[in-house]
């Protein structure tokens, strides 16, 4: 129960040690590499299923005859069932495993991906939308679960920053891809091609991922993994009880870690839904143009995320308590993210990407909630305590586009949107710096 051993499920640490001994002269596999790479791939596609809608939306926009407030409501419908169905996935996740449940939600949110491309009006576009935010649902509490089952304390950060890094650079790369491809074959083609992929991946999925204790993994990897407080054995399922949701949420670090990843989901969700078109109506970018200066911000924030998993674990591996490993990185993040607002006095378009650029960085850094998540949450309960975190981040995502949607469409510019993403950067680094508390494994009583 205490913090130094760290038990992740409700397994004791004793009894998975005894299951993993080994001698000293057997070298480690590096199987957990093979996982962590089949959630990057995951989040990566999660990603781009997603957003694929933020690409598409100047020309879907026109082709549809949908107006900025009413492109805000569809923004912002992938994530109010997305956030409703958070805590049902987490608790589907612990009764139910890993590896079943995240071929179920890629397989899913896959064909909603592909049937947006059939769309003719906004009726259709809105239930999708709705659909897509059910089966995306139990992804990241699956990826916490993963890591937190999977990575030693001190390789987490940046286990948790290499599949972050999926959600930005996805788009990075495939911006002008995209750009290119809806000049040529249309909107509806990036829809097509992006759900093929995810049901491709979701048989890959089914095909390798396992559990530690029924992988490839030796012995000398499976006690590494137990020595830095991972699990090596096998997970015991548990049941939901709503009363221990309850109790969870009366511990201020829930509050802590919710409040500032929704501040910091705010930076992402600009990113994701209404930067092309800030570019190209505020901006007055041509597609090629447009297409390439939308790579920098999310290459820069690709690298924020691995340089803040980077800096966090080599903090804790240095002796630094894991309240300054853990959050610092977080609050400079959320700091630096506020000076997205400084764009709005700027005329120079490249000084403008840059400005973004660096915020997006910013927000890079402050993605580490996740590793919070692992170190934080009771026994038995990651995939709960991960729903109810992602529940409060992801409110972002109904909030943010609505919130831009009117103000662009009340204004006619994005002045006060861009003032708005930083203000909430900067309650959210409060919230880690006044709210968390200590970074220490919840016990409910």
Same mark, same amino acid.
């Given at each position: 129960?205490?913090?130094?051993?760290?038990?992740?499920?409700?397994?004791?640490?004793?009894?998975?040690?005894?299951?993993?001994?080994?001698?000293?002269?057997?070298? =480690?596999?590096?199987?957990?590499?093979?996982?962590?790479?089949?959630?990057?791939?995951?989040?990566?596609?999660?990603?781009?299923?997603?957003?694929?809608?933020?690409?598409?939306?100047?020309?879907?926009?026109?082709?549809?005859?949908?107006?900025?407030? *009413?492109?805000?409501?569809?923004? !912002?419908?992938?994530? &109010?069932?997305?956030?409703?169905?958070?805590?049902?996935?987490?608790?589907?996740?612990?009764?139910?495993?890993?590896?079943?449940?995240? $071929?179920?939600?890629?397989?899913?949110?896959?064909?909603?991906?592909? $049937?947006?491309?059939?769309?003719?009006?906004?009726? *259709?576009?809105?239930?999708?939308?709705?659909?897509?935010?059910?089966?995306?649902?139990? $992804?990241?509490?699956?990826?916490?679960?993963?890591?937190?089952?999977?990575?030693?304390?001190?390789?987490?950060?940046? %286990?948790?920053?290499?599949?972050?890094?999926?959600?930005?650079?996805?788009?990075?790369?495939?911006?002008?891809?995209?750009?290119?491809?809806?000049?040529? @074959?249309?909107?509806?083609?990036?829809?097509?091609?992006?759900?093929?992929?995810?049901?491709?991946?979701? %048989?890959?999925?089914?095909?390798?991922?396992?559990?530690?204790?029924?992988?490839?993994?030796?012995?000398?990897?499976?006690?590494?993994?137990?020595?830095?407080?991972?699990?090596?054995?096998?997970?015991?399922?548990? =049941?939901?009880?709503?009363?221990?949701?309850?109790?969870?949420?009366?511990?201020?670090?829930?509050?802590?870690?919710?409040?500032?990843?929704?501040?910091?989901?705010?930076?992402?969700?600009?990113?994701?839904?209404?930067? =092309?078109?800030?570019?190209?109506?505020?901006?007055?970018?041509?597609? @090629?143009?447009?297409?390439?200066?939308?790579?920098?911000?999310?290459?820069?924030?690709?690298?924020?995320?691995?340089?803040?998993?980077? &800096? !966090?674990?080599? *903090?804790?591996?240095?002796?630094? !308590?894991?309240?300054?490993?853990?959050?610092?990185?977080?609050?400079?993040?959320?700091?630096?993210?506020?000076?997205?607002?400084?764009?709005?006095?700027?005329?120079?378009?490249?000084?403008?990407?840059?400005?973004?650029?660096?915020?997006?960085?910013?927000?890079?850094?402050?993605?580490?909630? &996740?590793?919070?998540?692992?170190?934080?949450? =009771?026994?038995?309960?990651?995939?709960?305590?991960?729903? #109810?975190?992602?529940?409060?981040?992801?409110?972002?995502? #109904?909030?943010?586009?609505?919130?831009?949607?009117? #103000?662009?469409?009340?204004?006619?510019?994005?002045?006060?949107?861009?003032?708005?993403?930083?203000?909430?950067?900067?309650?959210?680094?409060? !919230?880690?710096?006044?709210?968390?508390?200590?970074?220490?494994?919840?016990?409910?009583?």
């Amino acid at each position: 129960m205490g913090g130094e051993s760290d038990p992740v499920l409700n397994t004791s640490q004793t009894a998975a040690s005894a299951a993993v001994s080994v001698s000293a002269q057997e070298r =480690p596999t590096r199987v957990r590499f093979v996982m962590l790479a089949l959630i990057a791939t995951g989040t990566l596609i999660n990603y781009l299923d997603r957003t694929i809608l933020g690409i598409a939306a100047p020309a879907l926009t026109h082709d549809l005859g949908i107006n900025p407030a *009413m492109m805000g409501l569809v923004f !912002s419908a992938f994530s &109010w069932t997305y956030a409703a169905a958070q805590i049902p996935g987490g608790a589907f996740l612990d009764r139910f495993g890993t590896r079943l449940t995240y $071929c179920l939600s890629v397989g899913f949110w896959s064909f909603f991906t592909l $049937c947006q491309s059939l769309v003719g009006g906004i009726g *259709m576009l809105l239930g999708f939308r709705f659909l897509l935010g059910i089966a995306e649902s139990p $992804c990241f509490p699956a990826n916490s679960r993963v890591v937190a089952t999977w990575f030693p304390r001190q390789e987490r950060a940046f %286990a948790t920053g290499v599949y972050t890094v999926g959600e930005y650079i996805g788009l990075a790369f495939l911006s002008p891809l995209l750009f290119a491809m809806m000049a040529v @074959l249309g909107w509806r083609s990036l829809f097509v091609g992006a759900g093929a992929i995810g049901l491709v991946f979701a %048989a890959i999925w089914w095909w390798k991922y396992r559990e530690p204790a029924d992988s490839r993994a030796n012995a000398a990897e499976l006690a590494e993994i137990v020595a830095g407080g991972g699990l090596a054995a096998k997970p015991q399922r548990q =049941p939901f009880d709503w009363r221990n949701a309850g109790r969870l949420l009366r511990k201020r670090q829930m509050w802590g870690i919710c409040l500032g990843q929704f501040a910091g989901n705010s930076t992402l969700v600009f990113f994701l839904t209404w930067f =092309p078109t800030y570019l190209a109506t505020e901006r007055h970018m041509d597609w @090629l143009k447009l297409g390439f200066f939308a790579v920098m911000p999310f290459l820069a924030a690709s690298v924020g995320v691995l340089f803040g998993g980077w &800096w !966090s674990d080599r *903090m804790l591996r240095q002796g630094k !308590s894991p309240n300054i490993a853990r959050k610092l990185p977080i609050i400079l993040g959320l700091l630096l993210a506020a000076t997205i607002v400084s764009a709005n006095f700027v005329d120079d378009n490249r000084i403008v990407i840059a400005i973004l650029s660096l915020a997006f960085f910013a927000q890079g850094m402050a993605a580490l909630g &996740w590793t919070l998540v692992s170190d934080i949450a =009771p026994e038995g309960m990651l995939g709960v305590t991960g729903g #109810i975190f992602n529940l409060a981040a992801n409110l972002a995502g #109904i909030v943010t586009p609505l919130v831009i949607g009117a #103000i662009v469409a009340a204004t006619g510019s994005f002045f006060y949107a861009l003032a708005f993403i930083g203000v909430i950067a900067l309650l959210g680094a409060l !919230s880690y710096i006044f709210v968390l508390g200590d970074v220490k494994r919840i016990v409910l009583e």
